[in-house]
């Protein structure tokens, strides 16, 4: 009503004219891609030895999605001059998901694992049918003179019922009923449960998963080996003979280093002065010399950003001031669990001050002091790392840096509260506290499967 989408608090609808305009601008940016894909698929297969007369055959992805782009194209025509009610540019969207590698990995896994899928639903069914079956049976020797459940008067309305429980979208209200008549009923439901929604479903998420992982370990395979050709055509070419071993030189990595540096890819995270850095990370055997077996390792050293940084704080390379016993208590982790300390107070005042809310009463006033004093002893947690660590190597842990913004704004949040005119900010205290809280997630850390 009145020009505006209800659901999307009152987003407004656009003008036809205006709609199609913005649909023309996605468009030519979608072309555009589409075409540059292809032209460069087209020079791959070039260079690679194909020539114009195979590259068509070979039918490269980018040449579906432009057909695509086509028929789109051609759908916005048609409704820009009639204006008819139906469009395939909603379907043509929803293909160009394709167009993404990570899509089409996901839905090849899925297409590999239909037949495996199927077997299970198969079983699925069976068992809903023969429960089914077997409920009917039940029901009809002891349902002599008593109501029975409409929900289980007949095989079909049973394994209606059975499939809806199955799927855990009426459970367990389809069973209350039965089970209230005849309270050894749950002998047949759980064993059904336990089938249906436990075993089975799982065995179906399984499944999927694996079909995924597997087709990922594919892809990875064939992405190394493929790679690691390249990359052994590229030592063939550069590596030369020196003391009877063949390699690269720390001269000749520094020069590819240089030339790297001029691909847009590389061109803000490569330093040609830290090609010594990226040397000294792939020559293990420390002989100034990259063997082929080193020179494999390049892209994964080149995936890194390195940077040179003082490890030791502005305290100890200005004035000197060496702090041991503090560098010993944080490096064994004591600081650690004193900050740990401090978040299990903080979890239980925000526990009690749930309480006292809940339940009407009025905060005592210790409280306040004690939120101000924890804020303070987070921004002290941040001051005595950094009174034996520099900013630059405090500041590359992300976790670092997480907790020296939040001890900020909790800190400058509470000094706000104390002017007069600024109390009521005092509130957001509880709120901001939360955020420090969430470091319980690192935990998560210590699970194998969360690395």
């Not at 079909?211 to 892809?219: E, L, N, T």
């Not at 002091?369 to 590359?396: G, K, N, Q």
Request: net charge neutral; glycine share 4%; proline share 4%.
């Amino acid at each position: 009503p009145n020009g505006v989408i209800p659901e999307t608090f009152g987003l407004p609808f656009l003008r036809p004219d205006l709609g199609c305009l913005i649909e023309v601008c996605l468009m030519l940016i979608v072309s555009v891609a589409l075409f540059c894909d292809h032209s460069l698929n087209q020079a791959l297969h070039i260079a690679e030895g194909y020539n114009q007369d195979d590259t068509r055959k070979i039918g490269n992805p980018p040449d579906r999605f432009l057909v695509i782009a086509a028929a789109m194209w051609a759908d916005l025509a048609l409704f820009s001059v009639f204006g008819y009610g139906f469009r395939a540019a909603y379907y043509g969207r929803v293909a160009l998901l394709f167009y993404w590698p990570r899509t089409r990995a996901v839905f090849s896994s899925a297409i590999s694992a239909l037949k495996d899928l199927l077997n299970i639903m198969v079983f699925w069914l069976s068992t809903v049918v023969f429960f089914a079956w077997l409920m009917m049976v039940i029901l009809h020797d002891i349902s002599e003179g008593i109501e029975v459940d409409p929900d289980f008067g007949s095989f079909s309305a049973a394994f209606m019922s059975l499939f809806a429980i199955a799927t855990g979208s009426n459970f367990p209200d389809a069973m209350d009923p039965l089970v209230q008549q005849h309270r050894w009923m749950v002998v047949v439901f759980y064993p059904f449960t336990f089938l249906t929604v436990l075993l089975f479903t799982q065995l179906m998420l399984a499944v999927v998963y694996g079909a995924y992982q597997q087709g990922a370990k594919v892809r990875m395979k064939e992405f190394y080996v493929n790679r690691n050709r390249a990359l052994m055509t590229v030592f063939t070419i550069l590596a030369t003979k020196h003391e009877g071993e063949i390699g690269l030189g720390r001269d000749c990595f520094e020069r590819l280093i240089s030339h790297l540096q001029d691909l847009p890819v590389f061109r803000r995270q490569l330093r040609i002065e830290n090609s010594g850095i990226f040397f000294q990370a792939l020559d293990d055997d420390k002989n100034h010399l990259l063997c082929a077996r080193e020179f494999l390792d390049t892209c994964e050293c080149l995936l890194y950003d390195f940077w040179v940084t003082h490890e030791t704080s502005v305290l100890t390379r200005k004035f000197g001031l060496h702090l041991p016993s503090l560098t010993n208590f944080i490096a064994q982790g004591n600081l650690d669990r004193v900050v740990w300390g401090l978040i299990c107070v903080n979890i239980l005042l925000v526990m009690l001050e749930t309480y006292w809310l809940f339940n009407g009463l009025d905060n005592p006033t210790w409280v306040e002091d004690l939120e101000s004093a924890i804020s303070l002893m987070y921004l002290v947690d941040v001051a005595l790392r950094l009174s034996v660590t520099s900013f630059h190597a405090y500041w590359a842990i992300p976790k670092n840096r997480f907790d020296f913004m939040v001890s900020w704004v909790l800190f400058l949040t509470g000094v706000c509260s104390l002017i007069p005119s600024m109390a009521h900010v005092r509130p957001l205290l509880t709120y901001l506290s939360l955020l420090r809280i969430l470091r319980v997630f690192r935990l998560l850390r210590n699970i194998k499967r969360f690395h």
